[in-house]
């Protein structure tokens, strides 16, 4: 038997109550913030730029509301918050390359008190290893295999927000998990992922 899950976010309660009506940016605020930040993340937005890139999106939201005509409103901050990090990465790599700055700045450090200091220099270590993994990735490769493997979207709504074909999402996830794992093996640091 196939059973699918589908776990309900705030988005959809507020969807389920106001079928039919248009939605205050109040509400479309708060039921989606915390969506908008992990496709943010997905999308290859820094941690530490997370929350102002998601600002970002909501202030082109508070512009368009309005003109937006009701269908899918997921996708439709999907693709506000896709973009939001394509300007993001782009003003970033025009920094390094032009003006001689870092094309990101580094995160703080957000381990608890007490820690081992040996223990958040690994994770940090990790974290980088992951990340400039990631990034050697083709960019819908990453985003799929983040918004599955990291964030847990189930690939049909991976689909609904990216609006594509759900095959499409089975066969972006397919190739990204086996150019992971080849540049995992290829950077021979299999052991300094765990």
Do not use: C
């Not at 106001?18 to 993340?41: C, K, M, P």
């Not at 202030?59 to 996708?75: E, I, Q, T, Y």
């Not at 490769?141 to 594509?164: K, N």
């Amino acid at each position: 038997m196939n059973v699918m899950v589908q776990r309900l976010s705030p988005l959809d309660s507020v969807l389920d109550q106001h079928a039919g009506t248009a939605l205050s940016f109040e509400q479309v605020y708060t039921s989606s913030f915390n969506d908008v930040a992990r496709w943010i993340r997905a999308l290859g937005g820094m941690p530490a730029d997370v929350e102002d890139l998601t600002q970002e999106v909501f202030l082109v939201v508070r512009r368009k509301l309005s003109a937006f005509d009701g269908r899918n409103l997921r996708g439709w901050l999907y693709r506000i918050a896709q973009r939001t990090v394509r300007d993001y990465r782009r003003r970033a790599w025009f920094r390094r390359v032009f003006l001689g700055g870092a094309a990101t700045p580094e995160p703080y450090d957000t381990a608890p008190s007490g820690s081992d200091p040996s223990d958040i220099f690994e994770r940090k270590e990790a974290e980088g290893i992951l990340h400039a993994l990631l990034g050697q990735m083709s960019e819908v490769r990453r985003t799929t295999f983040i918004l599955f493997e990291v964030e847990g979207y189930s690939g049909e709504e991976i689909a609904e927000m990216q609006a594509i074909p759900l095959n499409t999402v089975w066969t972006r996830l397919h190739h990204a998990r086996k150019e992971f794992l080849r540049l995992v093996a290829e950077s021979g640091r299999a052991g300094s992922l765990k």
